[in-house]
């Protein structure tokens, strides 16, 4: 079961224009994790926030993380083309077995048109 | 996906077969995953292995068997092939951090795309 849901599943926008996904959860977690996944390759990590940090930045990627509504998003801003690609998110949550695994949602599908 | 090799690159089997994936890492990481994926459900783990000589099972463990040969590779291995183990499988890998197993940044590799007929 897929513990962090991506919200929109599909997402097209011009170039130059933000963009923003969005991710919730349903039990606490330990760190939320984004990647990004270009047409038949692996995934690529984004940023990592720990669940005692609200926000992050890096270059035109900010991630906010919201505990207390189990919610995460992310923005690009000033999108380009090459930003198109699949976005995923991983939450990081303690197991039943004393292990920390990530469980990815199924991702926003992002179209930056030229 | 620079640190993380896969072979083979593509698969395709007869319902019945058997194959092994192969994964090699040249990070010196602790842990190691493997995933699938299939359209419209994201990656779901199969099983991983928090250091060399130890295996756990994730969440589709059923029709997989892994083997942590070493630090650097991590196999996985389909007893029997069915045509719903067609899938997208990826192999990744992670320092581990302070905490534990899946606590810090994952490192793809660029998969293998098996189809099981």
């Known amino acids: 079961s897929q513990q962090g849901e991506e919200d929109p599943q599909a997402l097209s926008i011009q170039e130059g224009e933000n963009a923003t996904m969005n991710c919730s959860y349903k039990?606490?977690?330990?760190?939320l994790q984004w990647y990004r996944q270009n047409s038949g390759r692996g995934l690529v990590h984004l940023i990592l926030i720990r669940s005692n940090e609200r926000e992050k930045h890096s270059g035109r990627l900010r991630v906010t993380l919201d505990t207390s509504k189990k919610s995460s998003s992310l923005l690009i801003t000033a999108s380009r083309a090459a930003d198109t690609a699949s976005y995923f998110c991983?939450?990081?949550?303690?197991?039943?077995?004393?292990?920390?695994?990530?469980?990815f949602g199924r991702g926003t599908s992002l179209i930056v048109h030229p | 996906n620079a640190g993380v090799t896969q072979t083979p690159k593509f698969q395709v089997l007869k319902t019945g077969q058997s194959m092994t994936l192969q994964c090699a890492q040249d990070m010196n990481h602790n842990s190691m995953y493997w995933y699938r994926q299939d359209p419209g459900m994201g990656l779901r783990l199969i099983y991983y292995s928090a250091s060399e000589g130890t295996t756990d099972k994730g969440e589709v463990p059923n029709g997989y068997n892994v083997s942590r040969l070493n630090k650097r590779e991590f196999s996985l291995r389909l007893e029997s092939a069915a045509p719903s183990q067609t899938s997208v499988y990826f192999c990744a890998q992670g320092a581990g951090g302070l905490a534990g197993v899946g606590t810090d940044t994952q490192y793809f590799g660029p998969g293998t795309r098996l189809t099981v007929l």
């Open positions: 991983a939450t990081v949550s303690l197991t039943s077995g004393g292990s920390y695994i990530p469980t």
């Open positions: 039990t606490s977690i330990n760190n």
